[in-house]
Each structure stands twice: as structure tokens, then as C-alpha cells.
């Protein structure tokens, strides 16, 4: 734990300087986790990620800690495209299923009309079926009559 | 343009210093940008965004610049998860497209077996209504005879 004379955050120890129970970093930077601070400085510079916690409610620190190690992870990936590249592989993914959902609901609804129509073709033939029947045992009963 | 005497970019412009021919900035924060790079260098700094600069091919750092730009822009309007809020959503707004598509496949599976069954009852029905008709002709050509 950081300040009164523990074991320096990974922040302090990089940064070489004492870590007061004030320091905004030693609750979400860890002096084992210091591969996870020393990403963030690369990419926004402790004094910026200072100033960035600072501005967060404590509440929601650690969440913005958590998105800025993501962020910087990204970048340290794909120096040219960082996360946004996610963003550019999802929104692709969004459009080619809404393409798929478009198509597949257009297969459903012409599989309706299919059915309804096969629906309606089998009462003609059931009815007139009926009917034919209906004749026929007219026809048996004359037979018997003649 | 930058350096020889013209005007700065709006990195050297912001950073009070003289915009040099080799300044990694100008060619892609001209001076009637200053919001752009006001953006970045709040978010990344200025040294850390020229490091990273550097660290990419000139060919990609057009490309590079943007994404940062875009980044900055997303952490300035939500300093807790910045541009992660995006891929958050898209990732929500994948699953649920990918279950709605699993839905409609479904949907389409089932309307498929209900036609096959459908046409399939639509065949006895028409056989047997042949059958019919021809045993009617069969017992029409009885009674004239008879």
C-alpha cells in the first residue's frame, strides 16, 4: 500500500518519487502492477493521467483506469490505429448482421407468403375434394336406386 | 504552412515555440485548427503524441493523427470511459443483433419444415382427390350404361 512508508505504487517507483497517502495513482497502480502503469505513462503521460483521475468522482476512478489500460494497451498494439480499430472492426460487424438480419427477415416473411398460399391452395383442394365426395355418394346412392 | 517564416501550426502556435520546417505537427494541425490539437495535447500531451508520431511510418500518420484525435475527443466527452464507451456499445449492439439473427433463423427453420409438412399433406389430398374423380367417371360411365 502506497504513503506512510509502505512499498511505493508502480507509479511512484517509475516515476521515482515518495508516495504520500495522498497519491491519486497508488489505489489502481500497484507496485506489482507496474508493466499496467508503465503503459498509461507511455501513451498519456502520468501528469495527464493525474489530472484525468482528478477530474473523475473517486467512485468512478477506477473504471476510468480501467479504460485508460485498455486504451493504451490498444495503442502500444496498433500505433497507427490504437482502439479506434475496434471501433472500425465492430461497426463493420454491426452492418454486415444488420445486412444479415434484413435478409433473413425478407427469407421469413417470403416463407409466409409461401405458407399462406400453400395454406389456401389445400382448403381448394380439400373443399372441391369434399365435394367430389359428396357427388359420388349421390352417384352410389342412384346406382343403388336404378 | 509551417516553418521558414510562415505561420505556425497549431502545435507551435499552442506551445509558443518556433514551427520549424521538420515539425512533426504541421503537416497535420494546421494554425486554423487549434481546437484539434488543444484536444490532443490535453489528452496525450504534445511530447508523447510527437513520440508516437514519429514511432509511425509518414505514410500513416494522417491516419494516426485522426485516431487520436478521435480518442481525445471521446475522452474529453466522457472522462471515465472514453472511447471504450464505443466499443462497449457496438459489443452490446453485436450480441444482440447476433441473437436476433439466430431468432430469425430459427424463425426461418421452422417455417421451412411447416411448408414441407404443408406441401406434403397438399399431395395426399390432391392424390386422393384424383382417385376420386376417377372412380366418379368410373361410376358416371356405370349409370349410363346401366
Known sequence: MAG?????????????RRCTAECVFAPYFPA???????????????SNVSK?????P????????SSLVYEA????????YGCVAAISFLQQQVS???MQLALAHAETSALQLQLQDER???????????Q?????ACLKQESMWT
Do not use: W, Y
Open 4 to 16: 506512510s512508508g509502505g512499498t511505493p505504487c508502480a507509479s511512484c517507483k517509475l516515476l521515482r
Open 32 to 46: 506489482e502492477e507496474a508493466q499496467r502503469f508503465a503503459m498509461v505513462h507511455r501513451v498519456f503521460g502520468a
Open 52 to 56: 484525468m483521475l482528478q477530474e473523475v
Open 58 to 65: 473517486a467512485a468512478q476512478r477506477a473504471d476510468a483506469v
Open 73 to 80: 494497451n490498444a495503442r502500444v498494439r496498433d500505433p497507427v
Open 96 to 98: 454486415h448482421l444488420q
Open 120 to 130: 389456401q391452395q389445400h382448403i381448394l383442394v380439400q373443399n372441391a375434394h369434399h
Open 132 to 136: 367430389l365426395m359428396l357427388q359420388e
